[in-house]
């Protein structure tokens, strides 16, 4: 392995951090093209990549003109779970390796997922919200145990949203098309289908992808089939949930609270339907954003970069497949 020059644009990678040393142990010219060093420099992301090999990003549109901007790119390695910001069919043509981080915020996000929705059922932004007004009002809140969770997705972050559910004395029901009765009743949880699992729980938390299949899939039809009064958290994709409709069901009291992390369009914008809504949680998608889970995301996007530089297939590559036999790998 030459001289490669690696680009990051993940925001909470740095210079002098464990990511950053790890490239330049290795041998790599490793420069910062994150969101606030482009604004500060008058530059794009399509001007940042031209002259690199690799690409360490964040959550910022990675579409075809920016991976055809960057002739050398070999690897763009994703510092999350997702990768729908990449424009996957230009880096299949193109022949580079996409890679993901999966498992690293698992923990992180089931974590953030229990403590949004021990938020919502308890009230407790409202509360101090009216605590911080001088006001003293005491509300009755619900508990978590006996309660029925349905859990939209069962991949790693799914599974452990169950298990910390369970230790709650909830119910757990799955909807996952690419699991099987016995591989969830294994988890102590019942497999069963959307609209089931709408109908049945007094929660509903998503853990899903975005792609063609999940885009809006709790749309309005969804959110009517769910229990009244029941809460929903989402901390996997924004555009999974519909967002105008979710905001029309909170305001109409058909479901009793909701708790965004991810959103269509980030940052939010200032005309958002989901603005002003008193019974919704909003945090800027920061689910997985523990000193734990990035330094394991950002360790496992350098072992990615570090493996695609010196000509090997990433084991964290989701196209390996399509490329594998390309060229520049």
Known sequence: MGRERVLITTSWLGAGDHVHRMLTEAGCDVVFGRPADLRSQGRSLEDAVAGVDALIAGVEPCDARVLNAAPRLKVVARTGVGYDNVDMPAANALGIAVCATPNVNRRSVAEFTIASLLNLVRGIPRLNASMREGEWTQTSGRELYGKT???????????????????????????????????????????????????????VTVHVLLSDDTRHLIDEDAIARMKRGAVLVNAARGGVVEEAALADALRSGRIAAAALDTFASEPLPADSPLRGVANLLLTPHVAGATVEGRARSGRSAAESVLAALSGEMPQAAVNRGVIAHHARL
């Open 149 to 203: 969770l349905g859990v939209v997705g069962f991949g790693a972050i799914g599974r452990s949203v169950a298990g910390l559910a369970q230790a709650f004395g909830m119910t757990v029901l799955v909807c996952d098309p690419y699991r099987d009765d016995a591989f969830v009743e294994q988890r102590g949880a019942s497999l069963v289908e959307l609209a089931e699992l709408l109908a049945r729980s007094d929660a």
